[in-house]
């Protein structure tokens, strides 16, 4: 059964209540995790895919958004791919091995991105790419289809058994070997 959602409006602000299945027990949002440094970029995110019913938080940076991820456990991830200090791929492939049940997605404008996901992939990151400009609909499409595969589907492509480096006190995984 589809979970189905209830729309409130209460002070010119909507809200969702809790999703509930259609035999009346609660259900889970799925949490999604959007790492940006431009933080207009971020809060504006968060709050489409909260009006669109996923439970969403943001941090405005690698390092603050891979803390975040940890103590909060997301389902989906969506992180910029140029963020100065700790990059939106070093981030997504962290995340994919310690959260082995989140799914990662780069947001990026940039040409080389593309490339760089392309490259993860053979590493075995199941990471995919939003281009930038992305309309509101198509995001919350590509999220959309992610949460039914995850849910239908165990989440595959992060490597046990990797080595690690530090980086500012967080354990990543070692790219490039």
Known sequence: MK????????ENSFRFSTCLMEDHRPVRRPRVLVIDDDSIIAETLRIILELAGFEAICASGGIPGLRLAWSWRPDILVTDF??????????????CAT???????????????????????????EIELLRKP????????????AVDATSSNSRQGCRPGDTWNRYDGIRLRHVGS
């Open 82 to 95: 140029d963020m100065p200090g700790l990059n939106g791929v070093d981030v997504a492939r962290w995340i």
């Open 99 to 125: 959260i082995p049940d989140c799914r990662p997605f780069l947001l990026s404008g940039h040409l080389e991105a593309e490339i760089v996901v392309a490259e993860s992939r053979r590493d075995g990151y």
């Open 3 to 10: 979970p189905f959602r209830n729309l409130h409006q209460s």
């Open 134 to 145: 992305i309309h509101p609909a198509d995001l919350l499409a590509r999220l959309s289809r």
